[in-house]
């Protein structure tokens, strides 16, 4: 089964702070994990993918299998990074498995 | 990147009416859409995979005789909800990936969702 856990239902930090959003995952095979971002009054899209290693809006995830974790992170969190993060899992189907969601407050 | 739109964005119908919802790529052939609902303060929860040309394949414990999805063409699936009833109300998110291109990275593009009240 996939199961995609994110512990926090809200993180509020202070602009200019550090900032990561937790996530782990259960899957025997090997995951393709995602994040994606739901800004206010906005639909859900891609934020970055761990296959690309790449850093999106100063934000990158590594996969770490052995912990079975894709924490997001960003060294100094912006006003404009509020906003609703899902990590997601896909596994050998099509499926795409979020976990509940956490919501970033950045504040002044 | 690529556009997927859904129609309505809001509907509000009387319990026991049915209900469509339309969600369109628009400018690239999706082989797959996924429809998902998303509950106040929750994850999204896959409902169904629908399969252009080919029936649906529903998620445990979602009623596919309730949740009608029809995918005829690359470009639009429709979810209907059929005899609905106010524990249907939600908000109805419908994804797409493409034929080529992203397909193979797993990216899924989002419709703005429908938001379903039922009285």
């Known amino acids: 089964a996939q199961r995609v856990t994110q512990p926090e239902k809200l993180l509020s930090v202070f602009k200019g702070a550090p900032v990561e959003l937790k996530c782990n995952y259960s899957?025997?095979?090997?995951?393709?994990l995602f994040w994606y971002v739901q800004y206010s009054r906005q639909r859900l899209q891609l934020l970055l993918r761990?296959?690309s290693r790449e850093s999106i809006k100063g934000f990158t995830a590594d996969l770490n299998k052995g912990e079975t974790s894709f924490h997001l992170k960003k060294p100094f969190a912006q006003e404009e990074d509020s906003a609703m993060y899902y990590c997601?899992?896909?596994?050998?189907?099509?499926?795409?498995?979020f976990g509940k969601g956490t919501k970033l407050t950045v504040n002044p | 990147g690529a556009v997927v739109s859904q129609h309505p964005s809001r509907v509000i119908c009387k319990s026991g009416t049915s209900v469509k919802i339309e969600c369109r790529s628009l400018?690239?052939?999706?082989?797959?859409m996924f429809w998902y609902r998303q509950f106040p303060k929750k994850s999204l929860m896959l409902m169904a995979t629908?399969?252009?040309?080919?029936?649906?394949?529903?998620e445990q414990g979602v009623e596919k005789d309730k949740f009608l999805i029809n995918h005829a063409s690359l470009t639009l699936s429709t979810l209907t909800v059929t005899s609905a009833h106010p524990e249907d109300s939600s908000f109805y998110i419908c994804?797409?990936?493409?034929?080529?291109?992203?397909?193979?990275?797993?990216?899924?593009?989002f419709g703005e969702g429908s938001r379903l009240t039922v009285l």
């Open positions: 400018d690239f052939q999706a082989t797959t």
């Open positions: 761990h296959i």
């Open positions: 629908s399969n252009e040309g080919s029936k649906a394949t529903y």
């Open positions: 997601a899992l896909k596994g050998g189907s099509e499926k795409l498995v």
């Open positions: 899957y025997s095979g090997s995951p393709e």
């Open positions: 994804s797409a990936r493409g034929l080529s291109g992203n397909a193979n990275t797993g990216e899924l593009f």
